[in-house]
Nanobody, 124 residues
Framework: QVQLVESGGGLVQAGGSLRLSCAASGRFFSTYTMGWFRQASGKEREFVGLMRKGGGATIYADSVKGRFTISGDNVKNTVYLQMNSLKPEDTAVYYC?????????????????WGQGTQVTVSS
């Protein structure tokens, strides 16, 4: 019933920018934490950032802090991940996810719903 669909991935050179979108099937941003995760080839899925329920405060992993920004459009039921100053180390499949918990969490196990992912490749 709940569906999340990512888009906006692609190939970009180091130093460039991309904006990823996560479209939700329902207007639930007021009750769900929205998170972004990524998984590089052969590695564990890792936390990138999140937006608290209600579209308030955001939290970011140290590896992307200052370069990535999460925002939301409640009218369009869409959250965004703006990625600037991209590095080859950012290459991964990026996933959005929704967490019904009361407090924001950064572990993959905490999230209830997941999109199918979108590939981001950063060349040197």
């Amino acid at each position: 019933q709940v569906q999340l669909v990512e888009s906006g991935g692609g190939l970009v050179q180091a130093g460039g920018s991309l904006r990823l979108s996560c479209a939700a099937s329902g207007r639930f941003f007021s009750t769900y934490t929205m998170g972004w995760f990524r998984q590089a080839s052969g590695k564990e899925r890792e936390f990138v950032g999140l937006m608290r329920k209600g579209g308030g405060a955001t939290i970011y992993a140290d590896s992307v802090k200052g370069r990535f920004t999460i925002s939301g459009d409640n009218v369009k039921n869409t959250v965004y991940l703006q990625m600037n100053s991209l590095k080859p180390e950012d290459t991964a499949v990026y996933y959005c996810a929704a967490d019904a918990g009361l407090a924001p969490r950064t572990t993959t196990l905490s999230y209830d719903y997941w999109g199918q992912g979108t590939q981001v490749t950063v060349s040197s």
